[in-house]
């Protein structure tokens, strides 16, 4: 667990780290910038404000559905006790483990496949964060959320989505708020748009 806030971290996780491309030399803006596969890395601000929204601590087990670069990655594994990340694009998803494992991040498990079902395995979750967005929330991901347990997720059709927050409360019962609006890369396979 990080000594620093996440605040801290987040001004001194070098962003460009992560990106392989010629878009590196435009790292410290705060946009989404493409890695290749039709595929993104997050603004800065964004993953920030959905690391906030998860309420991360040492005991937490996250869920994440697209590994995407690996930068939201660093996140999590920084301030969680384990990470379970599933990334569709294997090529996406080797040069992110090798990136994380560069930083010396040992809490992270990888699996290449499609991520709109979670990873019923290793269920329950203590948090689950979404990085493609779906059409509607997985009847998959809230099935695998835990008591207690936090989801952010981006909904809705291409080019607009809610960025949602789902909590599961002592009773099992399920609360959702929208907190933003966002655009990200859609989710393939059954929750997409584009079916």
Known sequence: MSKKTLKQFFKSLDRSFFIDNEFKNCAGLDRALPIGHEQTISQPS????????????????????GTGSGYQTAFLAEFSKEVFTVERIEELGKNARNKLEQLGYDNIHFKIDDGSEGWPE?????RIIVTAAAEQVPDELIDQLDVEGIMVI??????????????RDINRKIQSETIGYVVFV??????????
Request: hydrophobic letters at 35%.
């Open 186 to 195: 859609e989710m393939k396979g059954k929750y997409g748009w584009s079916k």
């Open 46 to 65: 964004l993953v920030l404000k959905m690391t906030e929204q998860l309420s991360l601590n040492e005991n937490c087990k996250v869920l994440e559905i």
């Open 154 to 167: 981006p909904v809705g059709p291409q080019g607009s989505q809610k960025l949602k927050l789902i909590k």
């Open 122 to 126: 290793h269920a329950p979750y203590d």
